[in-house]
């Protein structure tokens, strides 16, 4: 007993520490300041954080006084973790906690506005500005970091994410260039055929053309001769190829944000399970297998469980 006795008189000051390993971040759950003292606390860090990078703009970062601001400005960088409530989106988020949506997603690698899943922890930092990967990362994330190839003020910081620790280039109070911001707000697939469009039954109610019985349609019907050419709507997992008896021969591509695109009737799979796809990799061929009226391919969008019509999803322009 004599041996273990140490252990047990510093273990009150380990415990913290190891917790603290364990759970990275602490965890803001309200955005209400009087509701969540670690609210309060980023709300607070925020503000000073904001009048120092008001300060620095009209100062020599080089001298002893911008150096001075510089000290201050990383004593008031802190990571929070909040996970968004069912249905919130990025800028949602990001108004609650009075930052830009470009801070939220740069830092935390959110390719598209639309990527945000309501089962997804974010990080919070409490310095406005781009947190850009030093390599790696979504098409974005290449695309700020070609852009700017280490110009311009900015601070080098090592932040987990995820679970890993990840490099970055901090540029305070920036935010998304033009382009950039375009390609972030843009619809997040492309098309699953390459040629127009010609939907022979839309996403919807409808009598179903075998049965005549009025049903839901999960998705659209596209026409598209036996052997057309089938893409990856947007980069993924391959969750899933059958052969099912009204779909056909299916595949079922997850992908980031909750959402998981279906394509059915096909005569062709040229993927497995648990395969990662880029954007645009061809994934199959269109056929007339399963409860089908002719060749055409069923394409579904389906996000958190729930299908949603892929017309206000897709961008046929996109590939």
């Given amino acids: 007993m004599n041996f273990w006795r140490p252990f047990f ?13 364990q759970t990275g971040y602490p965890e ?32 020599d970062r080089e001298s002893d006084s911008g150096r001075t ?9 802190f990571f929070f973790t909040y996970r968004p409530s069912p249905g919130g989106t990025v800028y949602g988020t990001a108004a609650d906690f009075s930052l830009s949506a470009d801070t939220i997603a740069s830092l935390n690698g959110l390719e598209r506005a639309a990527y945000l899943d309501r089962k997804e922890t974010l990080v919070i930092p409490s310095v406005p500005g781009l947190y850009v990967r030093e390599e790696g990362g979504t098409e974005l994330d290449r695309r700020m970091r070609e852009n700017r190839q280490g110009e311009g003020f900015f601070l080098k910081l090592v932040i987990t994410v995820e679970g890993e620790k990840r490099k970055y280039l901090f540029y305070p109070n920036s935010g998304f260039s033009g382009p950039e911001r375009l390609y972030f707000v843009s619809l997040p697939f492309r098309s699953p055929l390459d040629h127009y469009w ?12 075998v ?15 036996v052997g057309t050419p089938v893409y990856a709507a947007e980069k993924g997992v391959i969750m899933e190829t059958a052969e099912l008896d009204n779909y056909g021969i299916i595949i079922i591509l997850k992908h980031r944000g909750g959402y ?21 990799f061809m994934i199959g061929r269109s056929g007339n297998t399963g409860v089908s009226t002719g060749p055409h391919l069923h394409f579904e969008i389906r996000r958190n469980g729930d299908t949603v019509d892929p017309v206000k999803l897709v961008s046929q322009g996109s590939r």
């Fill in 211 to 225: 049965t005549g019985e009025w049903e839901f349609h999960r998705g659209i019907d596209v026409r598209a001769p």
């Fill in 69 to 77: 601001l510089l000290e201050s400005l990383m004593g008031e960088l």
């Fill in 198 to 209: 010609e939907i022979t039954s839309p996403y919807g109610y409808r009598n179903h053309p």
């Fill in 260 to 280: 998981e695109t279906r394509y059915a009737h096909l005569d062709e799979i040229y993927v497995k399970e648990g395969e990662s796809v880029e954007r645009g």
């Fill in 28 to 59: 803001i759950h309200e955005t209400y300041i009087y509701g969540d003292p670690l609210f309060r606390q980023h709300q607070e860090s925020l503000d000073k954080s904001q009048r120092i990078l008001a300060l620095l703009t009209g100062t």
């Fill in 9 to 21: 008189r510093v273990l009150p000051f380990l415990t913290p520490l190891l917790l603290s390993a």
